[in-house]
């Protein structure tokens, strides 16, 4: 299997020239580690390493586009400070982005930032919503017609704990595998999850197929055990990047990590032919959105 985590000495947010070579990584669907890259929180902000601050109705705590707090406990204080800690991460992350790949600033998309404090390996989920097995993100409720994932990882922890992922094959070689196991899409069927607010949009078919992966992948035992794959701890106090929607992943271990995602159209890659919707597109022999 090729490199797939590609590893970069750098510990500022910013930097004055990205080297090509990690844009061409990144738009193939490695990760970016940035192993000395260290969000640090400041003296008020350590209460909040704690994970009963989290409701537990809610699988993560937010920060909304608009600057809303959302699924945090505590009084009207500590919401501000909260929503402080976010949203400097969030700022930090754009900034590292920006100078990473300049072409995208003005095709982002921002989405909400994350702080999740829970513990990985306690949580119950059902083995589609299980993010401990190998996957590519992929919304059943929220077709994107090939709109990219971008995402920015930090890893907080105060006792050193690292988050350990599994890094798989590379996109293409994973769908040669499971696409001939796919079901055929059907129009009418997305009409129908659509009307019935299932889906808050049409599901295209390149929508289908990345739902299907995901589910095949997740659900092959043999596969998540035998495929290509590199077991990576992301240090505390560490920072990576990549395109979650291609870069195949499961997080099995951790605690106390902030992450900002931004969308970005396929068409504002430097590359267009290394998207996914472009991979599926010429092994399906046809427009998919």
């Not at 921002?110 to 992929?138: F, G, K, N």
Request: hydrophobic share 40%; proline share 6%; glycine share 4%.
């Amino acid at each position: 299997m090729t490199q797939q985590i590609i590893e970069i000495d750098h510990s500022d947010w910013q930097f004055e020239h990205a080297d090509p070579a990690w844009i061409a990584a990144l738009e193939a669907g490695k990760v970016l580690y940035f192993p000395h890259l260290a969000f640090r929180l400041q003296a008020d902000e350590l209460q909040f390493l704690n994970p009963d601050i989290r409701d537990p109705k809610v699988r993560n705590i937010s920060l909304d586009a608009h600057g809303q707090l959302k699924g945090a406990l505590g009084d009207a204080a500590r919401q501000v400070a909260m929503t402080a800690m976010i949203g400097r991460f969030r700022t930090q992350a754009q900034s590292l982005i920006r100078s990473l790949v300049p072409r995208y600033t003005d095709a982002l998309r921002l989405a909400p930032t994350s702080y999740r404090p829970a513990q990985v390996e306690s949580r119950a989920q059902s083995w589609r919503a299980d993010d401990r097995r190998l996957h590519v993100d992929a919304f059943p409720s929220r077709p994107n017609y090939g709109e990219r994932i971008l995402r920015v990882f930090a890893n907080v922890n105060p006792e050193g704990v690292p988050r350990v992922w599994r890094v798989g094959e590379p996109f293409e070689q994973m769908a040669r595998h499971f696409l001939p196991r796919t079901k055929a899409y059907s129009r009418w069927q997305a009409k129908a999850l659509h009307s019935l607010h299932v889906t808050k949009s049409l599901r295209s078919e390149y929508d289908h197929l990345m739902l299907q992966l995901h589910d095949a992948m997740k659900a092959d035992p043999d596969y998540q055990r035998e495929a290509p794959q590199v077991t990576m701890p992301f240090a505390a106090g560490s920072v990576w990047v990549c395109f979650s929607d291609q870069a195949l992943h499961a997080v099995m271990s951790g605690q106390y990590m902030l992450e900002q995602t931004l969308h970005l159209p396929a068409a504002a890659q430097y590359d267009t032919d290394a998207s996914p919707l472009a991979i599926l597109t010429r092994l399906t022999g046809r427009a998919l959105v």
